[in-house]
């Protein structure tokens, strides 16, 4: 296996940690992407290691960051809290142990401007590479490295085969496809990678799938 200088190295970034900062603005960033607006307010919950060394590494900042619309490499990450209170956004942060969970954790419970909300729990990996691991309560377990559409339909006999009929019609290569569900007959996520972003046409012909509920996707960044 290959291993590139940015493996070893990591991310341009601020602060002293990859872990810490450059993996944990993009988790911020990813949630603040997802919601697709500006954020309202915020409730952080750290974890693990994340918990212990939150503002010795400037943990709370690189979220904070992210969730403003940072990169990993903005400078302005350093006063993001102050940032945030000047365009009046709410924050807040606790600390909680899991042992299920990887050691460098947070959960964010966010809401937009328009009153959209999310739930997310995501890793930082090291390096600058992260994990979401669950959104609005389904596990999905995406590093964010590839276009990602995530599903949410009902648990019918027919539902995939329709959804992938229409990926390939539209001339797109499924890379990597999973589904999670919390019991037989209620809601799944199918978490569906491709080697090109989807075009919003695309994604608006799975929306009118019968059975299809939702869906949200997650750019490569």
Known sequence: MSVSLFDILGPVTV???????????????????LLDEDIKKAKITLYGSFAETAKGHGTDKAIVGGLLGHNPSDVENRRSLE??????MEFSFEEAQEPRYHPNSVRIEAEGVSGKTINLRG???????????????FTIN??????????????????????????SWAGYNISNMSLTRTKK????????????????????????????IQIIKIPKF
Do not use: F
């Open 15 to 33: 602060g002293p940690s990859s872990s810490h900062t450059a993996g944990a603005v993009r988790l911020g960033l990813a949630c603040r992407m």
């Open 142 to 167: 995406t590093p964010c490295n590839q276009d990602t559409l995530v599903i949410i339909h009902l648990d019918v006999s027919g539902i995939l085969s329709a959804i992938t009929t229409i990926m």
């Open 123 to 137: 890793s930082s990996l090291g390096g600058g590479a992260i994990m979401i691991n669950t959104l609005n309560g």
């Open 83 to 88: 940032i945030a209170r000047e365009q009046g």
């Open 185 to 212: 007959n209620g809601d799944v996520v199918s978490l569906i990678e491709t080697d090109v972003p989807v075009a919003e046409d695309t994604v608006d012909m799975l929306r009118k799938t019968k059975n299809v």
